[in-house]
């Protein structure tokens, strides 16, 4: 069975740093994402990630900030969030995708999504 598991969210102070984890099982070589979201607003693209990891994409608002990565081994994604402001405050979702090309920012194009952590940045 699929499954995407996220965890790390938390209260931190603007200007900290988290890092959210993503548990993967039951799938393998599918492009992996995060997306986020507030309450009464869209689902948005944070970054994005080939399976091998070798080509990442960033949204403009956290570009030089967050960082996605994977440990093989673990069967696990993360997303390292520095320097974080409160405008990253949001649910952080783990997604999964196959057949995706040039449209890897639109949630529509991914496939299996985890449960989603809350992220809370204060000022």
């Known amino acids: 069975q699929v499954q995407l598991v996220e965890s790390g969210g938390g209260l931190v102070q603007a200007g900290g740093s988290l890092r959210l984890s993503c548990a993967v099982s039951?799938?393998?070589?599918?492009?992996m994402g995060w997306f986020r979201q507030t309450p009464g607003q869209e689902r948005e693209f944070v970054a994005a990630?080939?399976?091998?990891?070798?080509?990442?994409r960033y949204a403009d608002s956290v570009q030089g900030r967050f960082t996605i990565s994977r440990d093989n081994a673990k069967n696990t994604v993360y997303l390292q969030m520095n320097n974080l402001k409160p405008e990253d405050t949001a649910v952080y979702y783990c997604?999964?995708?196959?057949?995706?090309?040039?449209?890897?920012?639109?949630?529509?194009?991914?496939?299996?999504w985890g449960q989603g952590t809350q992220v809370t940045v204060s000022s």
């Open positions: 039951g799938l393998q070589g599918y492009l």
């Open positions: 990630m080939t399976w091998s990891g070798s080509n990442t």
């Open positions: 997604t999964a995708g196959r057949n995706i090309g040039s449209y890897y920012y639109l949630r529509e194009e991914y496939d299996y």
